[in-house]
Every structure is written in C-alpha cells, then in structure tokens.
C-alpha cells in the first residue's frame, strides 16, 4: 500500500462519524475508535484511489452500477454539455430532448411490446412504479380486487415500502412487513401451480428477478424458469414484473438477463443502477401498450405518481451516453472472452479450496460461499491485495465492471483468495 499523502484523511474520517449514517451499517463498528473508513478520492477505469494514495480494483461495481469504468469520458462529457445547456426540466407538464430520445432508444432496445418508458430515480422507485401501475389497471379495467402480489423466497426490490413487502429477506424486510402492498411469497413454480383459481384471481402480478437473485446471495434460477413462469402468467392473467435493477446492461453476459430466454418477455421491465452507467441515479420502468391505454381517459383515469426529478436532462444524457458505448465500443461482443477469463480464474482459485462450499458465476458475477470465516473479515483482509467488494453475509461477490482487464480479473480473482487464506489462516 502506498504512504499516506493526504493530512485530511483523519479529518475526514472524523466528520463522517460525526455526522454521516451510512446504509446496511451497524453505526457502533463503524463508529469505533480503531475503524478507519476508507474515504475514497477518485475513480478511472475498474479502479478506485483512496484518500490515502492507495488503489483498488471495483469488485462490487460500485454496489452494482458500474458499468463503463469510473468517470468514463464520454458519458462525463455528456454530463457537461447537458449541466451547461439544462440542468433540470420538470417533467409535469414539460418535456425535454434528452428524456425522449432515452425513452425511444430503451424502446428500441426492448421487445417490441415495451413500447412505454416511465422515468424515475432508482430501483425501489421503479418497481412501486409498476406495482402501482398494475394495481390501477385492474382498477380500471373493471377488475379491483386483484390486488394482491407474489414474490419469491429470498427475493430483494429494493427498500422503499412497496418494493420492500415484495422482498423475501426476513433481515431486511420482516420490521416492516404490515406495510406496503400486500404480498404473497413463494419458493418457485410448484407453489405456483398448485394455486386455486379462486387465490390467482386476486393477483394482479409477480415480480422476479431474472436468472439470479442478488441479495440472496448470488442464486441462480434453474434453466428455463422464466420461460415457464411467462407461461404461467398467461394463463393466469397475471402480469410479469421483471427487476432488471443489478441485472441489466451486460453484467449477465446479455444486454438485459432475460434476454437468454426469447420466449418470456415482461410486462413490466424495471431499470436503473447501470442505467446511466454508473454516474447519476435514473430509473425506468417501461410497460406495454395494453397497460397504458388504460390510462387514457379523464382525470381518474391519471396515473397519479411521479418525482421531482422524473426524466431529469442530466440522467438522461448520461443514459443516452452509456448506450451509445455499448454501441460504438462494441461492448457485449468484448463480454464472452472476459466471462471466460472470470470461469477459469474463479476455477483455479476456489477450485479445491477446503473453505469453499460452493462457487456460482452468471457472466461478470460470481458468489462464492465460504465456511471457518465472515464474508465480512474476508472482504476486508482482500483490501490489503487491492480489491475492494462488500459479502452477502457469508457469500462473497464479485459483480465487475465491464471494462475491466484480463489482469485485473485475475488480479480481483487472486485478491479474494488471499483475503479468504488469511481470514482461515492458510496464508
């Protein structure tokens, strides 16, 4: 690790104590007087520079957003010229350039059913979006008693009231269960099957997210399961809620996850984190012609939801500038050889490793279950070797940006392995 350079750091790392509440943080630790916050400074590329001089590849992505690299030129550019040009438009009642041609190019990017963008600020919002759009529909269309929604086992949508009753996570979810929409949760299709006609007419939809749940550690759904679960709720009436959230923009291997099962498009596709690249929050929640006809009408027939900052210029023209790299750089061609890379890297490392019960990998994201430690003393030993990720509890993940390396794979790959010898004393 590199000398101190900068005489703030401590003065930092003081005031963010004194003032700052950090997320999915237990304030006591964080708080101590021998913990040292790293206080990061900079970003290029897959890496992360630290107050102090010390750098660090992103094995997290930034918590599932970067996409790019860290201040990737020419969606920073992009930024500019919008903030010189127009910084902010309310979308009640206005429009601007950027949000439109955001919305057009996410259409085109999306089967053909999505035909509707609605813009909000992250991933939570994006879902209570379609939940509430769901549930006005069947109120429109004649149908007001399905209002219930199903959600998986293990399942995260994100923290907000609506999206957090979709989840499936007793730590994160159980101290507010009585609030937000009323949910049923299931283990996977068999349950589903097994439902009467009189249960699923009271569904209004069922949320998933595609081939892999994040904060349950990394899991993968068994092949096939969207598939399936399309046709399922085509024969229920149910809507198909997919959260894209972590999934989306290449981390998969595909542009979006679900795109590696043809048959099973969405009724409601819910975007964001990678959205804009990994530079400023944006969310969108894009929906089929079906759904918003039903909104055409008089005033009750408004969709009355909506933030101050929907289809913001700045988010805008940085999701435009995130595309058009997928486009002239030719991203998800580069994908393949780099998941290959993360395959091999991941089997010589873990491979016969007496700690390790199990390693699962979905393109650039790999959980890699350990055992005799904390995901938590791994993570944190893995910073001395210059790699910065955050466990689900005993999982370790490593979720990379797309523009990393061959060398910085590997490099990430090795780092996590000498954290994980160090923490069980194998080193």
């Known amino acids: 690790m590199a000398k101190k350079l900068n005489p703030d750091t ?56 970067n996409v790019h ?21 309310s979308a009640l009642g206005f429009t601007n350039e950027p949000a439109i041609r955001l919305a057009k190019a996410l259409v085109e990017l999306t089967p053909e059913s999505l035909s509707r963008v609605f813009f909000t600020d992250d991933g939570s919002t994006a879902i209570e979006c379609a939940c509430k759009m769901a549930i006005q529909f069947r109120q429109l269309s004649g149908e007001p008693d399905r ?13 907000t009231a609506g999206a957090a009753s979709l989840g499936g996570i007793a730590t994160f979810h159980d101290r507010f269960e009585k609030t937000g929409f009323d949910v049923t949760h299931v283990a996977g299709l068999d349950e589903l099957r097994q439902m009467s006609p009189e249960e699923i007419r009271k569904i209004t939809a069922i949320t998933i997210e595609p081939l892999i749940q994040g904060a349950a550690g990394m ?12 046709a399922w709720c085509d ?7 997919y959260d894209e959230v972590m999934t ?11 795109e590696q099962e043809t048959e099973a498009t969405p009724d409601f596709l819910c975007l964001a984190k990678g959205l804009t690249g990994g530079t400023i929050p944006l969310a969108a929640t894009l929906t089929t012609d079906r759904v918003f006809e039903a909104f055409i009408g008089g005033p009750e027939q408004t969709f009355y939801y909506g933030h101050s900052y929907c289809g913001n210029p700045l988010g805008c023209a940085a999701g435009l500038a995130n595309l058009r790299v997928f486009e002239t750089e030719k991203v998800l061609e ?81 780092a996590l392995r000498k954290g994980l010898d160090e923490s069980t004393g194998l080193d």
């Not at 209002?147 to 923290?159: E, I, M």
Request: charged share 20%; glycine share 10%; with cysteine.
């Open 10 to 65: 401590e003065k930092l790392r003081h005031l963010d104590k004194q003032h700052l509440w950090h997320p999915f943080t237990q304030m006591k630790e964080w708080c101590a007087p021998g913990h040292d916050p790293i206080v990061i400074e900079s970003g290029r590329g897959a890496i992360l520079t630290d107050s102090e001089g010390n750098q660090y590849i992103d094995g997290n992505a930034t918590i599932w957003t």
């Open 69 to 89: 690299g860290h201040s990737y030129p020419a969606i920073v550019e992009a930024i500019q010229q919008q903030a010189e040009k127009l910084a902010h438009c």
């Open 147 to 159: 209002t219930r929604f199903l959600g998986f086992d293990h399942a995260y949508h994100g923290d």
């Open 219 to 230: 899991q993968l759904w068994p092949s096939g399961m969207l598939t399936e679960l399309r």
């Open 235 to 241: 024969k229920s009436g149910v809507f198909l809620i």
């Open 248 to 258: 989306g923009f290449g981390k998969t291997g595909t542009m979006f996850a679900f």
């Open 334 to 414: 580069s994908l393949p050889q780099k998941i290959g890379m993360f395959s091999a890297a991941l089997e010589a490392a873990f491979r016969d490793h007496p700690n390790v019960t199990d390693v699962r990998q979905l393109g650039l994201i790999a959980g890699i279950d350990v055992s005799g430690t904390t995901g938590n003393e791994v993570c944190i030993a893995a910073r001395q070797h210059r790699l910065l990720t955050r466990p689900i509890r005993d999982t370790l993940v490593l979720m990379l940006p797309l523009c990393i390396s061959g060398a910085q794979i590997r490099e990430a790959v090795q």
